[in-house]
């Protein structure tokens, strides 16, 4: 007779990867009930400009300067499962706190993030490489100026490249340090109650 062993108990970190798949699998999407906007900072001096918006399903940032996360540790919010961030500009105080995020993101379990924004951004990943090993996490940059607009179930997100003066050339590099993203966001409608007295 061949003895049967007791199969080995999986590592921690491929059975919390287990998990994160199958409730993936097994929350399907749908147009949430409550939305949450929370500011985390809003640009004075020492605080980041940065807005979170969050529904039971997805998570967006808009800005992440440097001190995003310790402001979200005080307001006692989550970061981890964010997929989405949304830059207005390609400066530090606007990406300053990205590296730092990516970190922790990672370690949440979260596999892909996109990082939408101006021209160029990158670059800024290319020169965070020395200091920031992301091994599990891909980050895709969305050029704001060439990819159409971003939708999901939850919202549609219209890109509105503006100028500081309407450049002469403007794939110019002092054109794109000008330019600033806005963003207009709608919500998708939710779906009316059933009426049983008319059914």
């Not at 808009?62 to 005080?74: D, I, P, V």
């Not at 800024?124 to 992301?134: E, G, I, T």
């Amino acid at each position: 007779g061949v003895e049967s062993r007791p199969a080995k108990p999986a590592p921690p970190q491929l059975r919390r990867e287990r998990q994160l798949q199958a409730a993936k699998k097994k929350s399907t999407p749908y147009i949430p009930g409550i939305v949450n906007l929370q500011v985390l900072g809003a640009g004075a001096n020492g605080s980041p400009s940065a807005i979170y918006l969050f529904t039971d399903q997805a998570r967006y940032l808009f800005n992440c300067g440097e001190g995003t996360q310790r402001l979200a540790h005080e307001h006692k919010t989550k970061l981890a499962r964010l997929e989405h961030i949304f830059v207005t500009r390609n400066t530090w105080p606007m990406v300053g706190g990205f590296p730092g995020l990516a970190l922790t993101v990672q370690d949440a379990g979260v596999k892909e993030m996109a990082l939408h924004g101006p021209p160029h951004l990158d670059s800024v990943l290319h020169s965070m490489k020395r200091f920031v090993v992301l091994k599990t996490l891909k980050v895709n940059t969305r050029d704001c100026t060439e990819q159409s607009d971003f939708e999901d179930t939850v919202m549609s997100v219209k890109y509105v490249p503006l100028y500081k003066q309407q450049p002469a050339a403007p794939d110019s590099i002092d054109a794109q340090n000008q330019m600033v993203v806005a963003y207009i966001c709608r919500l998708k409608p939710r779906p009316g109650a059933l009426n049983l007295v008319k059914c």
